[in-house]
């Protein structure tokens, strides 16, 4: 059984940092894309970064240049270093990974971590 747990979060001031971290446990035939969505109240989950299996990368336009997305596969891990951060980044942040198995493309979500950003 996969699980994604994620860590990292917090309380930080408008212009600090934080990195978040997210471990897979269990095997996916493939790994196709990790990436990391956020959710604030009221609003629709967005996507903010991702990584694809051969590495590039994708990044919301509201968060180019503050925000890194990397991952460490020996340590089945993808990270989000956040910079620069602002209030409206406040959100819940979820590690997503779009993988493949016999099944067909399946995603997998964790439990979210919460990030607040105070001004």
């Known amino acids: 059984q996969v699980q994604l747990v994620e860590s990292g979060g917090g309380l930080v001031q408008a212009g600090g940092s934080l990195r978040l971290s997210c471990v897979k446990s269990?095997?996916?035939?493939?790994?196709?894309?990790m990436g990391w969505y956020r959710q604030a109240p009221g609003e629709q989950r967005e996507l903010v970064a991702a990584?694809?299996?051969?590495?590039?990368?994708n990044y919301a336009d509201s968060v180019k240049g503050r925000f890194t997305i990397s991952r460490d596969n020996a340590k089945n891990t993808v990270y989000l270093q956040m910079n620069s951060l602002k209030p409206e980044d406040t959100a819940v942040y979820y590690c997503?990974?779009?993988?493949?198995?016999?099944?067909?493309?399946?995603?997998?979500w964790g439990q979210g971590t919460q990030v607040t950003v105070s001004s």
């Open positions: 997503n990974i779009k993988g493949a198995g016999v099944a067909g493309p399946r995603d997998y």
């Open positions: 269990g095997s996916i035939f493939r790994v196709n894309v």
């Open positions: 990584i694809i299996s051969g590495g590039s990368t």
